[in-house]
């Protein structure tokens, strides 16, 4: 793709240097999980915060302050032009992703943005048209599919060593109380974008899609049975893969007993992880059919040096790219087929119809909004279950 005419520098070379990154938004994932996976790089020599941003002067300073950052801000166009970042990490709430990732791009920064990425597809193509041959890219922040599990589990799934996969469960049933959804933009369509399907079990489908390739077809079901939000609280799906599997997909942030859950049985094994907010290879397991050689089942087990899913993990990743000048995983074609995805799991529920990978384009009102843009929305609530 041809570079975007509103950037006003190529991409940094960043050979023999380290990456220079602002932190934009400065709340509970700044803190938590991008600050310290960029304080490890730091201390590898690959990275460098020199600013951090947030609309909340006292929040950016202390932020500042106590991560040991020279520069804060409380305009993000501004910070751009000062401090002109290599890298942008953003923390802030979904309906502000584009905005900020376009600006980012448009100055010449590469992009590390917190999932959901945006409200939609739209949103989305529009971020893409802006990167560059070569950099700048912007990534998803999807940890889950980066680490020595999922690493080892895909190489398996691609060699075709566990024989044809078959069929699959995607499972992300968390519990959100409503204490968690007093939060303004939470539960709204138009701030969130949507409910556990695109806030929650986002990450484990695109584990999913990231080990089976490319989706077909879905088939869903939404309700708000709980939670007096926008958005559901509930969905199931019935998946279809390109290479004939089929899936079950739950997101639910109604469920006191939390898990999240992939399961895919093959010809020649069962794959299964089970975990909550991210894995490590403990948390995988590969059984056999009875006639595969216990030579070659155990040689399946071998998972190779630790390395959990996280932030960390991914950002490594990441920053190679960076140095290679190459596309990272998670951006472009291979970010947005979750997102997809997601969007045709509303689009069927909301419609009662089946929908295929590739209908939703412009023109489709679920290309802009999940919800279709349809304010009389009601999806099945409590009262209405029959007894």
Same mark, same amino acid.
């Given at each position: 793709?041809?570079?975007?005419?509103?950037?006003?520098r190529?991409a940094?070379?960043?050979?023999?240097?380290?990456?220079r990154?602002?932190?934009?938004?400065?709340?509970?994932?700044?803190?938590?999980s991008?600050?310290p996976? @960029? $304080? =490890?790089? /730091?201390?590898?020599?690959?990275?460098?915060?020199?600013a951090?941003?947030?609309?909340? !002067? &006292?929040?950016?300073?202390?932020?500042?302050?106590?991560?040991?950052?020279?520069?804060?801000y409380?305009?993000?166009?501004?910070?751009?032009v000062?401090?002109?970042?290599?890298?942008?990490?953003?923390?802030?709430?979904?309906?502000?992703?584009?905005?900020?990732?376009?600006?980012?791009?448009?100055?010449?920064?590469?992009?590390?943005?917190?999932?959901?990425?945006?409200?939609?597809?739209?949103?989305?193509?529009?971020?893409?048209?802006?990167?560059?041959?070569?950099?700048?890219?912007?990534?998803?922040?999807?940890?889950?599919?980066?680490?020595?599990g999922?690493?080892?589990?895909?190489?398996? @799934? $691609? =060699?075709? /060593?566990?024989?044809?996969?078959?069929?699959?469960?995607c499972?992300?049933?968390?519990? !959100? &109380?409503?204490?968690?959804?007093?939060?303004?933009?939470?539960?709204?369509?138009?701030?969130?974008g949507g409910?556990?399907?695109m806030?929650?079990?986002?990450?484990?489908?695109d584990l999913l899609?990231?080990?089976l390739?490319?989706?077909?077809?879905v088939?869903?079901?939404?309700?708000?049975?709980?939670?007096?939000?926008?958005?559901?609280?509930?969905?199931t799906?019935?998946?279809r893969?390109a290479?004939?599997?089929?899936?079950?997909?739950?997101?639910?942030?109604?469920?006191?007993?939390?898990?999240?859950?992939?399961?895919?049985?093959?010809?020649?094994?069962?794959?299964?992880?089970?975990? @909550?907010y991210?894995?490590?290879?403990?948390?995988?397991?590969?059984?056999?059919?009875?006639?595969?050689?216990?030579?070659?089942?155990?040689?399946?087990?071998?998972?190779?040096?630790?390395?959990?899913?996280?932030?960390?993990?991914?950002?490594?990743?990441?920053?190679?790219?960076m140095?290679?000048?190459?596309?990272?995983?998670?951006?472009?074609?291979?970010?947005?087929?979750?997102?997809?995805?997601?969007t045709?799991?509303?689009?069927s529920?909301?419609?009662?119809?089946?929908?295929?990978?590739?209908?939703?384009?412009?023109?489709?009102?679920?290309?802009?909004?999940?919800?279709?843009?349809?304010?009389?929305?009601?999806?099945?609530?409590?009262e209405?279950?029959?007894?």
């Amino acid at each position: 793709m041809p570079r975007s005419p509103h950037s006003p520098r190529p991409a940094a070379p960043f050979t023999g240097r380290r990456i220079r990154v602002a932190v934009v938004g400065t709340g509970a994932i700044a803190r938590g999980s991008h600050l310290p996976a @960029l $304080a =490890e790089l /730091a201390r590898e020599g690959e990275t460098e915060v020199v600013a951090a941003v947030d609309i909340d !002067r &006292d929040a950016v300073e202390a932020f500042r302050a106590e991560a040991g950052i020279p520069h804060a801000y409380t305009d993000l166009d501004g910070m751009l032009v000062e401090q002109r970042p290599d890298l942008v990490t953003i923390c802030t709430p979904p309906t502000l992703h584009r905005a900020q990732t376009v600006a980012a791009l448009r100055a010449g920064a590469w992009v590390w943005c917190e999932k959901p990425p945006v409200p939609s597809l739209a949103d989305f193509d529009a971020i893409e048209a802006e990167e560059g041959d070569g950099g700048p890219y912007a990534a998803i922040v999807f940890q889950h599919r980066f680490g020595s599990g999922a690493r080892h589990v895909r190489r398996l @799934l $691609a =060699e075709g /060593a566990l024989g044809q996969p078959l069929v699959a469960h995607c499972q992300t049933t968390w519990y !959100r &109380d409503t204490a968690y959804y007093a939060v303004p933009w939470r539960g709204r369509w138009h701030t969130e974008g949507g409910g556990p399907a695109m806030g929650h079990g986002i990450h484990q489908m695109d584990l999913l899609l990231d080990l089976l390739g490319p989706w077909s077809e879905v088939r869903a079901m939404a309700g708000r049975l709980v939670h007096d939000v926008e958005t559901e609280d509930v969905s199931t799906a019935l998946v279809r893969f390109a290479n004939g599997a089929l899936a079950t997909v739950v997101n639910s942030v109604l469920s006191p007993d939390e898990v999240s859950r992939i399961r895919i049985d093959c010809a020649r094994a069962t794959v299964e992880l089970t975990h @909550l907010y991210g894995h490590t290879n403990d948390n995988w397991r590969i059984t056999p059919a009875p006639d595969v050689p216990a030579g070659q089942a155990a040689a399946w087990q071998d998972f190779g040096p630790d390395v959990p899913s996280s932030h960390l993990a991914q950002l490594r990743e990441l920053v190679a790219s960076m140095r290679a000048g190459e596309r990272p995983r998670s951006s472009g074609a291979d970010g947005r087929t979750s997102l997809e995805l997601i969007t045709a799991l509303y689009r069927s529920a909301f419609t009662d119809t089946t929908v295929r990978a590739g209908e939703i384009g412009p023109g489709d009102p679920y290309y802009t909004a999940l919800h279709g843009d349809a304010p009389g929305w009601a999806p099945v609530t409590a009262e209405e279950v029959p007894a």
